[in-house]
């Protein structure tokens, strides 16, 4: 395990060294969650809820996931039934 030091500013924020950015892929912007432990502080990563279960469900599916544009095209299709089937034209 390798340690870096780093001071806290005035508005009490520290900088990430380049090592440990590039090491994860850390870039501007990217949001962090920070715990704390006891006396330890442990900075990860904020993952979002989609990123978290992409694919929970996949092995449920019985076939493969549609592209983008055939998600498109099946969402338009049916919202096309839908309004058809409901006599509002």
Do not use: C
Not at 23 to 28: F, M, N, V
């Amino acid at each position: 395990m390798v340690t870096h030091r780093t001071t806290i500013t005035r508005k009490g924020q520290i900088t990430i060294p380049i090592e440990e950015r590039r090491a994860l892929g850390l870039r501007e912007g990217d949001q962090l969650n920070v715990e704390r432990d006891g006396d330890t502080l442990i900075v990860r990563r904020a993952v979002s809820v989609a990123e978290r279960t992409a694919g929970a469900l996949a092995a449920f599916r019985k076939e493969p996931p549609l592209s983008i544009a055939e998600e498109r095209a099946a969402f338009e299709q049916a919202v096309a039934d839908e309004v058809t089937a409901s006599g509002e034209l």
